[in-house]
């Protein structure tokens, strides 16, 4: 389960909603309470990355470059916390991982996507990738 207050998913709708129509990218910040993938994860603070992917591919593609994945770990690490996840924004489709999400995300950290439809922020869904990287489980969220 992933803990989140209403102003932070606010504050992601915001970033996916001025990045409409290309994807928008970020970091989650926060504690993990319990063992592994069993982890519950209580968010402490969103940190919004630019996408750095080329501006063709923007729209349904997402990255993060290694500069700004230590930048992400700097800032967990000032704020006395973890690197938990990652959120991105699916523009007009789903809020579901595409198979790219699938090849290019790594077991315990939270997926968190969400979906703009037409400009308006819609569905908030965090997801967790299995051991073995084959597929997504859907991850359950709380928030305040």
């Given at each position: 389960?992933?803990?989140?207050t209403?102003?932070?998913?606010?504050?992601?709708n915001?970033?996916?909603?001025?990045?409409y129509?290309n994807?928008?990218?970020?970091a989650v910040l926060?504690?993990?309470?319990?063992v592994?993938?069993?982890?519950?994860?209580t968010?402490?603070?969103i940190?919004?990355?630019?996408n750095q992917?080329?501006?063709?591919?923007?729209?349904?593609?997402?990255?993060?470059?290694?500069?700004?994945?230590?930048?992400c770990?700097?800032?967990?690490?000032?704020?006395?916390?973890?690197?938990?996840?990652?959120?991105?924004s699916?523009p007009?489709?789903?809020?579901?991982?595409?198979q790219?999400?699938?090849e290019?995300?790594f077991?315990v950290y939270?997926?968190?996507?969400?979906?703009?439809?037409?400009g308006?922020?819609?569905k908030?869904t965090?997801?967790?990738l299995?051991?073995?990287?084959?597929e997504?489980t859907?991850e359950?969220?709380?928030?305040?």
């Open positions: 389960m992933i803990y989140l209403s102003g932070q998913i606010e504050r992601i915001v970033h996916a909603v001025t990045a129509p994807e928008c990218c970020g926060g504690t993990f309470s319990g592994a993938c069993n982890a519950s994860r968010v402490l603070d940190f919004p990355i630019d992917f080329d501006e063709n591919e923007k729209f349904h593609r997402f990255k993060i470059t290694p500069k700004d994945f230590l930048k770990e700097k800032k967990a690490r000032e704020l006395n916390c973890d690197l938990i996840g990652f959120y991105h699916h007009d489709h789903p809020a579901k991982p595409s790219y999400d699938l290019h995300a077991p939270s997926y968190l996507i969400v979906s703009v439809e037409n308006e922020p819609k908030l965090s997801w967790i299995a051991d073995d990287r084959r997504f859907e359950p969220t709380y928030h305040t």
